[in-house]
């Protein structure tokens, strides 16, 4: 098993910036994604973007690309979120996920491991 902890959500006000946190325990895998989705009321989960253990490469939702931005820190096992020029329809619960594998999907059903979530409210 894996678990994984987010951190750093909160309330902002449009045009700022935010850093989510992840950070992930128990069982490793030798190659893995993680992965960011987020979730707002009503609405389904949707990916916003991941980061492949292995490369290091990053993939994005054209929702956030050139705002949005993943790295990852592999000795603190922690991966993040920056999130700048926060728009008030970027407000959603974010859940941070991970999958053996280094493929980046959008579907959130092919992801193995999930955390609890924080919520993200940014203010018009």
């Known amino acids: 098993q894996v678990q994984l902890v987010e951190s750093g959500g909160g309330l902002v006000q449009a045009g700022g910036s935010l850093r989510l946190s992840c950070t992930a325990s128990g069982r490793t895998f030798s190659s893995y994604a993680m992965g960011w989705f987020r979730q707002a009321r009503g609405k389904e989960r949707e990916f916003v973007g991941a980061?492949?253990?292995?490369?290091?490469?990053?993939y994005y939702a054209d929702s956030v690309k050139g705002r949005f931005t993943i790295s990852g820190d592999n000795a603190k096992n922690t991966v993040y979120l920056q999130m700048n020029s926060l728009k008030p329809e970027d407000t959603a619960v974010y859940y941070c996920?991970?999958?053996?594998?280094?493929?980046?999907?959008?579907?959130?059903?092919?992801?193995?491991?999930w955390g609890q979530g924080t919520q993200v409210t940014v203010s018009s």
């Open positions: 996920a991970a999958k053996s594998g280094t493929r980046m999907v959008h579907t959130p059903r092919l992801w193995d491991y």
């Open positions: 980061i492949s253990s292995r490369s290091g490469s990053t």
